[in-house]
């Protein structure tokens, strides 16, 4: 069974660029039809879907996000990777990494990881 | 963006009763609305996808329904395992967007 773990810095200055990045184990970012996504929570709130990357390479981002953000997967390491420049406040959330199966779920997310909190202040 | 608004907020119910939780799009998704649950501290997990496919692994007593606008996750008979928060997705268009959530806690 496929594991995702999140890993990256807690907190953030305003300004600064969030890096996060995703390991997968028990399978593979290049097996499948699978499409590897980041998704947030803010503290209290809803989920917000940020964008996905395939094994390709190809993405796509929510446009919420489309000029800050970059996702990159690194097949050597089965790792995929958000970056979120210009952060602020508003940007502190819980990250999730998390996979779409295409071919089971099609546009739904059916593995996630645990969560990594990223807090941005000075 | 397509907009899911889920109610009620909260649903106060005793083990053994019947949730009924409401997802209702801004504008038709056709079928292609999910549903997840979270329990505090974990990731969501998938329940239900095209409004009415239970996932793998998922007990019959979560049914989805509905069309259209508007949505329907059921929970036949509560669980103590039961209690949580669940979120109702859509992707039908982009961007992939969630509801805010209903919280059904124990009465």
């Known amino acids: 069974q496929v594991q995702l773990q999140e890993s990256g810095p807690g907190l953030v200055k305003p300004s600064e660029t969030l890096s996060l990045t995703c390991t997968v184990s028990g399978g593979s970012v290049t097996s499948g039809s699978y499409y590897w996504s980041w998704i947030r929570q803010p503290p209290g709130k809803g989920l917000e879907w940020i964008g996905y990357i395939y094994k390709s390479g190809s993405t796509k981002y929510n446009a919420l996000f489309k000029s800050r953000v970059t996702i990159s997967v690194d097949t050597s390491k089965e790792q995929f990777s958000l970056n979120l420049n210009s952060v602020t406040a508003e940007d502190t959330a819980v990250y999730y990494c998390?996979?779409?199966?295409?071919?089971?779920?099609?546009?739904?997310?059916?593995?996630w990881g645990q969560g990594t909190l990223v807090t941005v202040s000075s | 963006e397509i907009v899911l608004t889920q109610s009620p907020a909260t649903l106060s119910l005793s083990p053994g009763e019947r949730a009924t939780l409401s997802c209702r799009a801004s504008?038709?998704?056709?079928?292609?609305l999910g549903w997840y649950q979270q329990k505090p501290g974990q990731a969501p997990r998938l329940l239900i996808f095209d409004a009415s496919s239970r996932a793998t692994g998922i007990p019959a007593r979560f049914s989805g329904s509905g069309s259209g606008t508007d949505f329907t996750l059921t929970i036949s008979s509560l669980e103590p395992e039961d209690f949580a928060v669940y979120y109702c997705?859509?992707?039908?268009?982009?961007?992939?967007?969630f509801g805010g959530g209903t919280r059904v806690e124990i009465k």
């Open positions: 998390a996979r779409i199966d295409y071919g089971a779920y099609t546009h739904y997310f059916d593995s």
């Open positions: 997705q859509q992707r039908n268009n982009w961007p992939l967007t």
């Open positions: 504008q038709s998704v056709s079928i292609y």
